[in-house]
T-cell receptor
Framework: AQKVTQAQTEISVVEKEDVTLDCVYE???????LFWYKQPPSGELVFLIRRNSFDEQNEISGRYSWNFQKSTSSFNFTITASQVVDSAVYFCALTGSGNTGKLIFGQGTTLQVKP | GAGVSQTPSNKVTEKGKYVELRCDPI?????LYWYRQSLGQGPEFLIY????????DSGLPNDRFFAVRPEGSVSTLKIQRTERGDSAVYLC????????????FGEGSRLTVL
């Protein structure tokens, strides 16, 4: 069965701190995709990144970076120099190769960035 | 606007009533998805349309739930004989074909069953 675990329910940091959100996944598929989505208070989930199972290169986009490690089945997300606008619920998700829109989401990590 | 539009944004109904939730996807997005999100949880997949047909409805919890997309654009999620456990936010998303998992979500329809 496929499963995504986000062990951190809530994280609170002060602005400008770095913060890492953990994500561990389980799948028997050899081809799969991993994602991070952001859900601000307005409720609309926003796509942040997609990684396929054959690409373990880390990725950086501005203050955001992602560390994909197949050996530990982890796909962690780091925000550098956090800002108040980063406050949101962040979801890690996994999909199989068959239906690439059927995402399995973790329970989410609520990030609060205090000024 | 250019995003996914869902109506109503809020719906309060009584147990046993019938409810329809509507989703208007981004123009040109052939794939459409319904998810359900309970408080404090991640979204759970319900059904996926490619064009007019339901390509995967494995997430529908029981036969009280049904969704249609007759012209390959707007979709309606229908819930019969609502129960209190159906209370949740129902999210619709759309995507371009072949772009794995990059879904564009609406703001959701919050359903409360009293």
């Amino acid at each position: 069965a496929q499963k995504v675990t986000q062990a951190q329910t809530e994280i609170s940091v002060v602005e400008k701190e770095d913060v890492t959100l953990d994500c561990v996944y389980e799948t028997r598929d050899t081809t799969y995709y991993l994602f991070w989505y952001k859900q601000p208070p307005s409720g609309e989930l926003v796509f942040l990144i997609r990684r396929n199972s054959f690409d373990e290169q880390n990725e950086i986009s501005g203050r955001y970076s992602w560390n994909f490690q197949k050996s530990t089945s982890s796909f962690n997300f780091t925000i550098t120099a956090s800002q108040v606008v980063d406050s949101a619920v962040y979801f890690c998700a996994l999909t199989g190769s068959g239906n690439t829109g059927k995402l399995i989401f973790g329970q989410g990590t609520t990030l609060q960035v205090k000024p | 606007g250019a995003g996914v539009s869902q109506t109503p944004s809020n719906k309060v109904t009584e147990k046993g009533k019938y409810v329809e939730l509507r989703c208007d996807p981004i123009s040109g997005h052939t794939a459409l998805y319904w998810y359900r999100q309970s408080l404090g949880q991640g979204p759970e997949f319900l059904i996926y349309f490619q064009g007019t047909g339901a390509a995967d409805d494995s997430g529908l919890p029981n036969d009280r739930f049904f969704a249609v997309r007759p012209e390959g654009s707007v979709s309606t999620l229908k819930i019969q004989r609502t129960e209190r456990g159906d209370s949740a936010v129902y999210l619709c998303a759309s995507s371009l074909p072949g772009v794995a998992g990059e879904l564009f979500f609406g703001e959701g329809s919050r359903l409360t069953v009293l």
